[in-house]
T-cell receptor, first 105, second 116 residues
Framework: QKEVEQNSGPLSVPEGAIASLNCTYSDRGSQSFFWYRQYSGKSPELIMFIYSNGDKEDGRFTAQLNKASQYVSLLIRDSQPSDSATYLCAPDMRFGAGTRLTVKP | GAVVSQHPSRVICKSGTSVKIECRSLDFQATTMFWYRQFPKKSLMLMATSNEGSKATYEQGVEKDKFLINHASLTLSTLTVTSAHPEDSSFYIC????????????FGQGTRLTVV
């Protein structure tokens, strides 16, 4: 069974703070790692993807990948209330349960 | 981002009938399509991955004969739920990717299936 684990949350941060979202996966053969955001009742939206060890930055978002530890994370800088959503980690498009993030004004 | 259209958005069918869901990539060629189902407040469960012109690869525990997937062209994949039963009621959603494992995938709007 290929497992993807995320803290379900809710994770609550104040506006302007850094939100840190973590994900571990069991399949060592995973090649591509995606982060999606899903608002209630909507389809997931891609935030970013990473496939090499290290950091990848895109605007306020930074994805970090450590294949040896089977760990991938997403940092959101200067969090905004509009970032409040469920964040889904998806190694090779297999999804974790998601972490619910709430950014308080 | 790219546009993926899924149809129908909602369908109600009688137990024992079959339902076909379409997933179309409107502005790119989708070499790979993914089919998921999602229960309320639960994660997306990958059902199968299909590559254009090839048989779909089903995840463990997903019945191939129950959930028929066809990916005959680079812009269209279909999921047919055969002999549907109330327990098949769920939210089905597709995503499409244009370039293999390291390429982002875009989601359709999803289909809410209710079997009565």
């Amino acid at each position: 069974q290929k497992e993807v684990e995320q803290n379900s949350g809710p994770l609550s941060v104040p506006e302007g703070a850094i939100a840190s979202l973590n994900c571990t996966y069991s399949d060592r053969g995973s090649q591509s790692f995606f982060w999606y955001r899903q608002y209630s009742g909507k389809s997931p939206e891609l935030i970013m993807f990473i496939y090499s060890n290290g950091d990848k930055e895109d605007g306020r978002f930074t994805a970090q990948l450590n294949k040896a530890s089977q760990y991938v994370s997403l940092l959101i800088r200067d969090s905004q209330p509009s970032d409040s959503a469920t964040y889904l980690c998806a190694p090779d498009m297999r999804f974790g349960a998601g972490t619910r993030l709430t950014v308080k004004p | 981002g790219a546009v993926v259209s899924q149809h129908p958005s909602r369908v109600i069918c009688k137990s024992g009938t079959s339902v076909k869901i379409e997933c179309r990539s409107l502005d790119f060629q989708a070499t790979t399509m993914f089919w998921y189902r999602q229960f309320p407040k639960k994660s997306l469960m990958l059902m199968a991955t299909s590559n254009e012109g090839s048989k779909a690869t089903y995840e463990q525990g997903v019945e191939k004969d129950k959930f028929l997937i066809n990916h005959a062209s680079l812009t269209l994949s279909t999921l047919t739920v055969t002999s549907a039963h109330p327990e098949d009621s769920s939210f089905y959603i597709c995503s499409a990717s244009g370039g293999g494992a390291n390429t982002e995938a875009f989601f359709g709007q999803g289909t809410r299936l209710t079997v009565v």
